[in-house]
């Protein structure tokens, strides 16, 4: 899919446009099949999320607003799930977890807060999808204090939503044309990375 980009990165689809489409079609099914195969229990939850994660790069295949609004409720549930795999300890929540997910949060509802039109139910969207987010990077951040800094599932669950925060970031930018240019190299590979590390956390944690 990248390699389809750099040959036109300013191409909706890229240089061929069933390359692009083929491959966000597989992205969340080959995250699915290595987490099936790779556990000893299979969590509803986790399954879930990788359902909700796959029909919104179904729907995202559109670039309406409506399609960004229904995208936007399918990964949110698919954040819910996944956090709720990751078995967050939200009652003794480390209050030194927020200055891992604080900086990012801030810079994110800045931006969006600054240049979303609240006027129009879509700048709502926006918003209230971002607050989802932040909500995701809370949970992955607060895992620090069950498992420590050091631990594989934490880092990789930690840097995941690190990464999928700046896809969601560049991508929101070119939405309200804060960014120049599609800039979908930019986008689809730090989501793709994401997906990976989130995908490897969950199986790296030990309670399967």
Request: charged letters at 10%; one cysteine or more; hydrophobic letters at 50%.
């Amino acid at each position: 899919m990248i390699a389809n980009f750099m040959m036109r990165p300013n191409a909706t689809y890229g240089k061929v446009k069933y390359i692009f489409i083929f491959t966000k079609f597989l992205i969340m099914p080959l995250i699915g099949a290595i987490y099936y195969f790779g556990t000893k229990k299979v969590a509803f939850s986790v399954m879930l999320y990788v359902f909700g994660h796959w029909f919104g790069d179904l729907i995202l295949l559109s670039d309406s607003n409506l399609a960004v609004n229904l995208g936007g409720l399918s990964f949110t549930i698919g954040h819910f799930a996944i956090i709720h795999a990751f078995h967050v300890d939200w009652a003794h929540y480390p209050i030194g977890a927020l200055v891992l997910a604080f900086p990012f949060i801030a810079a994110q509802q800045y931006k969006i807060i600054k240049n979303a039109n609240f006027k129009t139910v879509f700048g709502w969207c926006l918003f209230t999808y971002c607050c989802f987010l932040d909500y995701a990077l809370l949970g992955v951040s607060g895992r620090v204090g069950q498992l420590g800094f050091s631990n594989k599932s934490f880092l990789l669950g930690y840097f995941g939503y690190i990464s999928f925060m700046t896809s969601d970031f560049i991508l929101i930018s070119t939405i309200l044309g804060i960014a120049k240019g599609l800039c979908r190299i930019e986008i689809l590979g730090t989501y793709m990375l994401a997906q990976l590390l989130l995908g490897n956390a969950i199986l790296a944690q030990n309670y399967y």
